[in-house]
T-cell receptor
Framework: GENVEQHPSTLSVQEGDSAVIKCTYS??????FPWYKQELGKRPQLIIDIRSNVGEKKDQRIAVTLNKTAKHFSLHITETQPEDSAVYFCAAFMFSGGYNKLIFGAGTRLAVHP | KAGVTQTPRYLIKTRGQQVTLSCSPISGHRSVSWYQQTPGQGLQFLFEYFSETQRNKGNFPGRFSGRQFSNSRSEMNVSTLELGDSALYLC????????????FGSGTQLSVL
């Protein structure tokens, strides 16, 4: 089936701490895993993505790791700041029912407290 | 470069009516995808259009349909509206080659009364 599980659903951290969000996916053939950030009342925006031929990718304070064997991937945010507060969605690109689809996790609401 | 534009921003309809939403992609993007976002179900994939053809589809009933024009603008139609159709409808555009790399619009908030 097509499924992406995301944990935790809510995450509260102090400014400067690290935050980690984890996702697991069902289709072992999935090969593309993006992360989107959605601030309150705004559109989802792509913040980082990774393809299945690499295990880790970094962009300043954010990084994504992928474990294909275990079918899970994680978002790491270091030195969190209040402006990192948002809902974060992971997604996996998969082929299901004869069609290509980008399946999203349920989201993680991150709150960074000053 | 202008971003993805969705109109209208808000809509209020009653059960049984139909509604049409519009999406203009980023200039040069040929793929448009539609998603339904609700607090309980998250982001659910509706369908994707490329070069005026529906190329991929999700698991929504036939009441949800769409089309794409030669200028890549897309419309989504929902017929016989139900209360459960109340949601934020997001469209996203991409180049088409890497259609999975999505750039979202701000959405149309549909309320069905």
């Amino acid at each position: 089936g097509e499924n992406v599980e995301q944990h935790p659903s809510t995450l509260s951290v102090q400014e400067g701490d690290s935050a980690v969000i984890k996702c697991t996916y069902s289709d072992s053939a999935s090969n593309y895993f993006p992360w989107y950030k959605q601030e309150l009342g705004k559109r989802p925006q792509l913040i980082i993505d990774i393809r299945s031929n690499v295990g880790e990718k970094k962009d300043q304070r954010i990084a994504v790791t992928l474990n294909k064997t275990a079918k899970h991937f994680s978002l790491h945010i270091t030195e969190t700041q209040p402006e990192d507060s948002a809902v974060y969605f992971c997604a996996a690109f998969m082929f299901s029912g004869g069609y290509n689809k980008l399946i999203f996790g349920a989201g993680t609401r991150l709150a960074v407290h000053p | 470069k202008a971003g993805v534009t969705q109109t209208p921003r808000y809509l209020i309809k009653t059960r049984g009516q139909q509604v049409t939403l519009s999406c203009s992609p980023i200039s040069g993007h040929r793929s448009v995808s539609w998603y339904q976002q609700t607090p309980g179900q998250g982001l659910q994939f509706l369908f994707e259009y490329f070069s005026e053809t529906q190329r991929n589809k999700g698991n929504f009933p036939g009441r949800f349909s769409g089309r794409q024009f030669s200028n890549s603008r897309s419309e989504m139609n929902v017929s016989t509206l139900e209360l459960g159709d109340s949601a934020l409808y997001l469209c996203a555009s991409s180049t088409g080659e890497d259609w999975e790399k999505l750039f979202f619009g701000s959405g149309t908030q549909l309320s069905v009364l």
